[in-house]
């Protein structure tokens, strides 16, 4: 095994000395995903305050390979199953940093939901208008050149994303709920509402070359 393992490296080696076209053939080859997005907690519990806000913290990893830039970081501000009521939340300010950066990785808070008082108790875990889980979505688009025989090698035409489904279960608070009046006013939701698609966003301006 050791020998093989030698011989495959010798290998490569040879052709990034001698033949580089075909190495870099075989390091594109390698980055099948070149956008990956993972959530070190997808799914939270929270108890909803008796005054104020609690932020509910989504931290994880954001993988962008070399030659891709990112130019849009989304995620929905999740529904109940009844679709009657939402939650708001923010990027956080060392993800929007990393963004502007274009790609490497990033670890540690992304975005955060915010679970005020008056928040009915409830699953919140789907996209407006729909049955879909609420995602977080990261897209990049190839900035190194164009590569033959690759379908995103198109200067920044088309996007590479890559998704990570999230949720927030909403418990009653320890001093009971207040009254619908409030808590409407607080959500700001209402199924006159739902004609608007619910989600944070940031882009990028697309640079080829």
């Excluded at 739902?194 to 697309?206: D, K």
Aim: aromatic share 10%; glycine share 8%; proline share 6%.
């Amino acid at each position: 095994m050791k020998k093989l393992l030698f011989a495959c490296s010798s290998l490569l080696l040879a052709l990034m000395l001698f033949a580089p076209g075909i190495a870099e053939a075989i390091t594109e080859a390698v980055i099948i995903d070149p956008v990956q997005v993972t959530l070190d907690m997808p799914n939270q519990i929270v108890t909803a305050p008796s005054s104020g806000v609690t932020m509910v913290d989504f931290t994880g990893t954001v993988i962008v390979a070399p030659n891709y830039r990112m130019d849009l970081a989304s995620f929905d501000e999740p529904f109940n199953n009844s679709q009657t009521n939402f939650l708001t939340g923010t990027f956080n300010a060392a993800f929007l940093t990393f963004f502007g950066g274009g790609s490497g990785t990033y670890t540690g808070s992304i975005f955060e939901i915010n679970v005020p008082a008056g928040t009915p108790p409830d699953l919140y875990a789907y996209e407006v208008m729909s049955s879909n889980p609420s995602i977080f979505t990261v897209s990049a688009f190839f900035d190194g050149g164009v590569v033959a025989n690759r379908p995103d090698s198109t200067n920044g035409v088309s996007d590479v994303s890559d998704t990570a489904a999230f949720s927030v279960l909403v418990n009653a608070p320890v001093n009971g709920v207040p009254d619908s009046g409030s808590t409407l006013l607080m959500l700001g939701a209402s199924v006159v509402a739902l004609g608007f698609t619910q989600r944070m966003f940031v882009r990028a301006q697309a640079m080829a070359g």
